[in-house]
Every structure is written in structure tokens, then in C-alpha cells.
């Protein structure tokens, strides 16, 4: 039997998962346009799943690994990298301030990061995951979180210059 929700219970879940799942979109496909569109397929997919969920965290690891594997389906389809987020990033704000440009920096290093890292970052740094819970969410063992962490911050400590680490 297939549950069936209606529009407004479609409209308000998806509202409610609508930042994080866009900031997700945007931090695998690079760019606004492609992650709007990777954005809107993840919203249809709830509509025709209709799936039910044992509370909140369920709701939301369904909706990253739909996300996940819808952005990961465009790149095997297309087959192309990405663009940078810059010029949309002043299209929406206007100038960036010294403090934008660090933190533009800083997401056009993540951007450079090869998919798995960047998405094991994005979970655990960005929406504060645990790496269990990330380990979880990417079917991925524990070990292997914390090494595409580990990885992902000596990158990003070469691209930005930094000899530190992060």
C-alpha cells in the first residue's frame, strides 16, 4: 500500500528540510542552478515515496541521502565538474565583505575536494554530525569517516595555504 501525503503535509516537511537540503545540493554540485534543480528532484522523490519516518533524525537522514545520491546521479550522467559559486554568491549579497571572502575561500577550497570527502565534511562540520552518525548516513564505516576527514583537512590546509592543519 502506498501512503499517500497531502500537499500541505508535502509543503511543510519539505519547507522544513529546504535549507539544509539546498546548502547540501550546492556544497556537491557547485553551482546554484544545478543544485535548484537537484533540489526540486529530491522534493518529487518525497512526494512519490510518501515515506513514513520513526521521528526526526529519520526524516532527515532520508532526506541528505536522497540528496546525496540525486546529486551523485547527476554527475554520473553529466560527467562534467562544476562551477564556482562565486558569481551567484554576489548576485544574492551584493559585495563580499573581508569575512565573506574568508568563508567564500574556505567553500571554494571544499569545492576543489573530491566527492566522498567533501560530503563527509559537509555532514560532520556543517550539520554536526557525529562520525558515527555520518558513518551511518554514508554507508560507510567509522574508520573510513574519520580518514576522508582527516584527508579533507590536510587538502584544504594545502589549498589555503595554511602548513597548520585544520
Known sequence: MINRISREQAETVIRRRADMIFRLACSLMKNRHDAMDAFQDVALKYIAASPLFNGDEHEK???IRTTVNTCKSFWRRVGRSGQILMDDYI???GEIS???????ELLDAIFRL???????????????????ETADILCAGESAIKSRLARGRKKLAVILGSSEGL
Request: no cysteine.
Open 61 to 63: 537522514a532520508w532526506f
Open 91 to 93: 548576485d544574492k549579497y
Open 98 to 104: 573581508d569575512t565573506d571572502k574568508n568563508d567564500f
Open 114 to 132: 573530491p566527492l566522498k570527502i567533501r560530503v563527509a565534511i559537509f555532514l560532520h562540520y556543517y550539520e554536526g554530525y557525529s562520525v558515527r
